[in-house]
């Protein structure tokens, strides 16, 4: 069974910086890009970023360029996500995803860790 | 960047109701397209990928079509657990983009 659990986020001052986390199990990992989406307090889905299989290739969404760094350790079937200068409008809920690249969908989906900008 | 603008934005019907949303992308994405449905306070869940093919596990009323720039949703008949929001999404080309979402609920 494909499993996913984020972690990390929080409450964090604009300007401040947060690390999510993705424990991955169920499948074989390294096989698969990973992604994260974002879902800003009732709003819609946003796509945040993509790391390829083998941890290399990586593409951001422009509103997160040059903040936001993924990453991945295939030793540990887990996906990070560095958020740096945070903004207001960063706050959402962080959902990780399998897949993202090869123009496949999100399959599976995690159940979300809460993001929380403010002063 | 490739917008996906979705039609309804909401959608009042009953159990039983046949239910259709259109999905239109602002340049050809081939059949690149998916639809997920979520739930309140829940992740969303993969319906169809590849614009028409439905996701193991996903109940047979539920179907799509369309490639190009066009594509729909349809649920044949409407049951109570599907009311929720639905959202298409191109993984077409960088940056992925998702549609704005139909709200479907209870008449």
């Known amino acids: 069974e494909v499993q996913l659990v984020e972690s990390g986020g929080g409450l964090v001052q604009p300007g401040g910086s947060l690390r999510l986390s993705c424990a991955a199990s169920?499948?074989?990992?390294?096989?698969?890009?990973m992604s994260w989406v974002r879902q800003a307090p009732g709003k819609g889905l946003e796509w945040v970023s993509v790391?390829?299989?083998?941890?290399?290739?990586?593409q951001y969404a422009g509103s997160v360029k040059g903040r936001f760094t993924i990453s991945r350790d295939n030793s540990k079937n887990t996906v990070h996500l560095q958020l740096n200068s945070l903004r207001a409008e960063d706050t959402a809920v962080y959902y990780c995803?399998?897949?993202?690249?090869?123009?496949?969908?999100?399959?599976?989906w995690g159940q979300g860790t809460v993001v929380t900008v403010s002063s | 960047d490739i917008q996906l603008t979705q039609s309804p934005s909401f959608l009042s019907a009953s159990v039983g109701d046949r239910v259709t949303i259109t999905c239109r992308a602002s340049?050809?994405?081939?059949?690149?397209l998916a639809w997920y449905q979520q739930k309140p306070g829940k992740a969303p869940t993969l319906l169809i990928y590849g614009a028409s093919t439905l996701q193991s596990g996903v109940p047979s009323g539920f179907s799509g079509s369309g490639s190009g720039t066009e594509f729909t949703l349809t649920i044949s008949s409407l049951q109570p657990e599907d009311f929720a929001t639905y959202y298409c999404?191109?993984?077409?080309?960088?940056?992925?983009?998702f549609g704005q979402g139909t709200k479907v609920e209870i008449k």
């Open positions: 999404q191109h993984v077409n080309s960088f940056p992925l983009t």
């Open positions: 790391i390829g299989g083998g941890g290399i290739e990586t």
């Open positions: 995803a399998k897949g993202g690249d090869s123009h496949l969908p999100f399959d599976y």
């Open positions: 169920g499948f074989t990992f390294s096989d698969y890009a």
């Open positions: 340049q050809d994405i081939s059949s690149y």
